[in-house]
């Protein structure tokens, strides 16, 4: 994502799970959007998603979390359902978006889509708020293939 061309600063905060340390949270920045990332081919991985979701404030749910599915390009090996991870998704009224993270193709287009999120999220497109942009999502079947 740091590598895409973009209008604003974009800071990334990996964790491997909630809630995040207290220490330094008065040095942390604000949050704008959280990506919940579950490698479709690990059940570890849904399952520490699903025990970090209860340390995220309720309001973040109104439009800025997304949940990004991997790994279930041959779904025979699949381990976690993409219709589980769907029925989380509609749980917490999130987008959900799915990618293969096969080629750098992939990574740069996955990229470029959550940067979009971001911007919406972060509030720098006039007239779409990240409420607006989950309630859309909805709406549409928010389900979304990225490559």
């Known amino acids: 994502m740091l ?30 959007l959280i990506v919940f990332l579950i490698n479709l081919q690990s059940q570890f991985s849904y399952s520490t998603v ?5 340390h995220v404030d309720a309001s973040f749910f109104l439009g800025k979390v997304c949940f990004l599915a991997t790994g279930g390009d041959e779904m025979k090996h699949a381990i ?9 998704a509609d749980s917490y009224l999130s987008i959900l978006l799915f990618s ?7 990574c740069c287009h996955t990229a470029q889509r959550l940067l979009q999120l971001l911007r919406i999220c ?25 490559v």
Do not use: C
Request: proline fraction near 5%.
């Open 50 to 54: 699903v025990s970090s979701l209860s």
């Open 122 to 146: 972060a509030g720098h497109v006039p007239g779409v708020s990240a409420l607006y942009l989950g309630s859309m999502m909805r709406w549409t079947g928010h389900i979304s293939e990225v």
């Open 80 to 88: 976690v359902e993409m219709s589980t991870v769907k029925k989380l």
């Open 3 to 32: 590598k895409e061309s973009k209008t604003f600063d974009v800071k990334i905060h990996l964790a491997k799970s909630l809630p995040l340390p207290v220490e330094k949270d008065h040095l942390r920045p604000r949050l704008d």
């Open 100 to 106: 293969k993270l096969n080629s750098e193709g992939d």
